[in-house]
């Protein structure tokens, strides 16, 4: 994937502010509280979530 994928907001105070940090690939920084974060991938789920339109029923 060549893209990164680009947060709409910022995790700490809900600004959309954002620029690409100094920090190294991944960093990205809010200007309106100048906080400075990454978003990471941890991995995939097991079992997956249950969605709650479907009444818990997982299909």
């Given at each position: 994937m060549s893209e990164r994928a680009a947060p709409f907001?910022?995790?700490y105070c809900g600004d959309e502010d954002?620029?690409?940090?100094?920090?190294?690939?991944g960093?990205?920084?809010?200007?309106a509280?100048?906080?400075a974060f990454k978003l990471k991938f941890l991995g995939?789920?097991?079992?997956g979530l249950e969605?709650?339109?479907?009444?818990?029923?997982?299909?």
């Amino acid at each position: 994937m060549s893209e990164r994928a680009a947060p709409f907001h910022c995790p700490y105070c809900g600004d959309e502010d954002l620029r690409p940090g100094e920090q190294g690939h991944g960093a990205w920084e809010c200007g309106a509280c100048n906080r400075a974060f990454k978003l990471k991938f941890l991995g995939l789920l097991a079992r997956g979530l249950e969605r709650s339109d479907t009444g818990g029923v997982r299909t």
